[in-house]
């Protein structure tokens, strides 16, 4: 975002501070796969999930995920995608699944509570996200703090928590074929996917915790209503 307002001419780069936006770290830390709630999904004790956390409009980069998916089936037959959250497409994107007769292997979680999102992150083998235009995705720190590996458009701030080959697998905005071919890499290689996600839990330990934040927030305040003082004196 710093970067985006300074190309607009607002502002110098000294005035930009960057706080990441924290929040409750501990159901993601702990989340796990509950065979219950795969059941509830009709997901297969050894199907990959590749999970997608987006309002189901324009722009969050479904129609990729679309695009490359009869591809990923064939490659990965046991490959289930769980797409939480709700939408005006949602039933043009349902409508996609069936004309593509991938009719059982997209699941349609609809709109969760923020408080259960982490049961359906646990889920996940890993998660992707495509938007073509977001600030920081909540979704790319919330998986990772559930170690699931993450897959993103290169976007925006996406590349501030997801750090190519090292938290996950960045893509150019379109690139199909490279978006296909990570997805197949995680979906098939089980120590990559405990790299990543183990590294990606580390970052977001370290950067996303609500009392990081408080702090921040407190000390940069703190900091104006110094520099505000201060230039108030005769």
Not at 107 to 113: E, K, R
Not at 178 to 204: H, N
Request: glycine content about 8%.
């Amino acid at each position: 975002m710093t970067e985006q307002y300074l190309a607009a001419g607002i502002g110098r780069p000294v005035q930009y501070t960057r706080i990441f936006s924290g929040f409750p770290l501990e159901p993601f830390l702990s989340a796990q796969d509950d065979p219950d709630l795969r059941q509830r999904l009709s997901i297969g004790a050894g199907d990959f999930v590749l999970g997608k956390i987006a309002r189901l409009f324009k722009l969050k980069g479904h129609d990729d995920l679309f695009a490359v998916a009869p591809q990923l089936v064939t490659r990965c037959p046991q490959m289930k995608f769980l797409l939480v959250g709700d939408g005006p497409w949602r039933e043009r994107f349902e409508a996609m699944a069936r004309s593509r007769g991938l009719g059982k292997h997209f699941i349609f979680a609809g709109l969760v509570p923020p408080t259960e999102v982490h049961r359906y992150v646990g889920l996940m083998g890993a998660l992707v996200h495509l938007s073509r235009r977001e600030g920081l995705p909540r979704a790319l720190p919330q998986a990772l703090a559930a170690s699931r590996p993450v897959v993103a458009s290169d976007c925006d701030g996406a590349r501030e928590i997801c750090l190519d080959n090292q938290t996950g697998f960045l893509i150019p905005p379109g690139d199909l074929p490279l978006l296909s071919e990570r997805i197949v890499q995680l979906a098939r290689d089980g120590a990559l996917r405990e790299r990543l996600g183990r590294r990606g839990q580390q970052l977001v330990r370290q950067w996303f915790s609500v009392e990081r934040m408080v702090d921040e927030l407190h000390a940069l305040y703190v900091k104006l209503s110094a520099r505000a003082s201060a230039a108030r004196r005769p």
